[in-house]
């Protein structure tokens, strides 16, 4: 099992410029969540899902859009990137709300 | 507002000593506490995960000990190694109705272990 990936590793953008993060499972996980990391902060949810065609959003959702139209697949948007969306961006899948998390390796986006 | 606190922001050990981290929360209603381990570059791998009628639990030479009517927890790692450096998160997660929960993640501490 590869577990959650994450494409891509690095990417660098130009405000304004657009881009789509792509998150995978292959642990059949009902859920999954997109996380910024930010130095000095704890790791903040952006958008979420309970299951296939489901979204909802976190506590930073503004700026971003997220889909989910297969279950093993969470796709996070930028529409158009500005400088404070530079960040570490992870991946995150589980079985149930309450059940353990499992991470990917992280998206290191940069946008100038 | 729900919040998380982790003690100290960093540490640094010598090879083979014990550390303990700390984490207060002020979370209510508490589901349950986890610690994960973030090694430099990577994702957060999970430690532990306690439910608030646990007072401990351990993972190898990690364990992790809570006491919900203070809500505090700590991490204590016993012959650390140097593999051990990295960063330890606590989050906290608390049911927010409807089958949602809601985590809430400390910053972390980091800690370098040094020969």
Known sequence: NAGVTQTPKFRVLKTGQSMTLLCAQDMNHEYMYWYRQDPGMGLRLIHYSVGEGTTAKGEVPDGYNVSRLKKQNFLLGLESAAPSQTSVYFCASGFRGLNEQFFGPGTRLTVL | ?115
């Open chain 2, 1 to 115: 507002k729900n919040q998380v606190e982790q003690s100290p922001q960093s540490l640094i050990i010598l090879e083979g000593k014990n550390c303990t981290l700390q984490c207060n929360y002020t979370v209510s209603p508490f589901s349950n506490l986890r610690w994960y381990k973030q090694d430099t570059g990577r994702g957060p791998v999970s430690l532990t995960i306690m439910t608030f009628s646990e007072n401990t639990k351990s993972n190898g030479r990690y364990t992790a000990t809570l006491d919900a009517d203070t809500k505090q927890s700590s991490l204590h790692i016993t012959a650390s190694q140097l593999s051990d450096s990295a960063s330890y998160i606590c989050v906290v997660t608390l049911y927010s109705g409807a089958g949602s929960y809601q985590l809430t993640f400390g910053k972390g501490t980091k800690l370098s272990v040094i020969p």
